[in-house]
Nanobody
Framework: QVQLVESGGGLVQPGGSLRLSCAAS????????MGWYRQTPGTQRELVAV???????TYADSVKGRVTISRDDAKNTVYLQMNSLKAEDTAVYYC????????????WGQGTQVTVSS
């Protein structure tokens, strides 16, 4: 059974930082691109950042320079370090695992709330 368990969300003031973690089980982690997406009520889920199994990364323009995605294949965990947080970063953040070859092997976590507010 595949599980992606996010943690690290919460309430933070504007300008603050948070680090999200996503621990994966039930998959061969090194074969998956890992991503973070976010969603606010009434909007579509949007990409925040992705890191491939080889290490290259992609970031949404809205977070470039403020966010860093990283992975630890030994721990089956992907991280999202978020700095200089803004109110518009408030969303539910979801972890995603996408097999690099088998497109039907695509999994989501349950989401973690990030609220940026003073």
């Amino acid at each position: 059974q595949v599980q992606l368990v996010e943690s690290g969300g919460g309430l933070v003031q504007p300008g603050g930082s948070l680090r999200l973690s996503c621990a994966a089980s039930g998959i061969i982690f090194r074969l998956y691109s890992m991503g973070w997406y976010r969603q606010t009520p009434g909007t579509q889920r949007e990409l925040v950042a992705v890191i491939t199994s080889g290490g290259p990364t992609t970031y949404a323009d809205s977070v470039k320079g403020r966010v860093t995605i990283s992975r630890d294949d030994a721990k089956n965990t992907v991280y999202l370090q978020m700095n200089s947080l803004k109110a518009e970063d408030t969303a539910v953040y979801y972890c995603n695992a996408a097999h690099k070859v088998l497109t039907n092997r695509n999994y989501w976590g349950q989401g973690t709330q990030v609220t940026v507010s003073s």
